[in-house]
């Protein structure tokens, strides 16, 4: 085991070689079970796993070192909980309580590219009052006249959403018998001898 596991990785790594976990032998194991009731672990993407703290276990390191006669930063290292760690944790928890300290979604809250409603709905509304245009038009016309650029991709995909562009109409092409061009000159025939 790394030395510089923190406690609960220790605790929980001696828990499995313990008998009342069905340990088989005496061999420290590597990987976690993703389907064990009792691991808290999570696996990080291309790295090793790590431990997932619940709220109330993050609320007891919070109190464990407010409690603690010793400094913030010595505590912290007995414990092997990354001062950058404790500290977002206890801005969360000074900020909202208990709740702020349950585990978050990593997903953003929005996208960096992402075009906001209320340009959408512009451009739906400006798609309304020039019906003619194609898509490349009225992107072109949306960006000299609204000051704000939208491309002909982006436009077609929001009036695609707003179900404003109808499938196109194809046109059936049937096969001939022959040619209606037929070639006369040995020329004309390009490779079609070889």
Wanted: overall charge negative; aromatic content about 10%; hydrophobic content about 40%.
């Amino acid at each position: 085991m790394p030395p510089q596991s923190n406690e609960a990785v220790r605790e929980y790594l001696n828990a499995l070689d313990d008998a009342a976990f069905g340990a088989a032998s005496k061999v420290e194991p590597k990987f976690t079970s993703h389907s064990d009731p009792c691991s808290q672990w999570t696996a990080a993407r291309k790295g090793p796993a790590f431990f997932a703290y619940p709220a109330s276990e993050k609320l007891a390191i919070i109190r464990t070192v407010e409690g603690s006669h010793l400094p913030a930063k010595r505590t912290l290292d007995m414990l092997g909980i990354p001062r950058t760690t404790f500290y977002r944790w206890y801005d969360r928890y000074v900020e909202g309580g208990l709740d702020a300290l349950a585990d978050r979604s990593p997903r953003p809250k929005s996208v960096w590219n992402r075009i906001p409603q209320d340009k959408r709905d512009d451009l739906i509304e400006f798609a309304f009052e020039h019906e003619a245009l194609t898509t490349r038009e009225l992107a072109v016309k949306y960006t000299d006249e609204k000051r704000n650029f939208v491309s002909e991709s982006s436009a077609y995909r929001i009036l695609k959403a707003a179900d404003l562009i109808a499938a196109p109409d194809y046109v059936v092409i049937k096969a001939a018998d022959e040619f209606t061009d037929k070639t006369t000159a040995i020329n004309e025939m390009l490779l079609s001898g070889m």
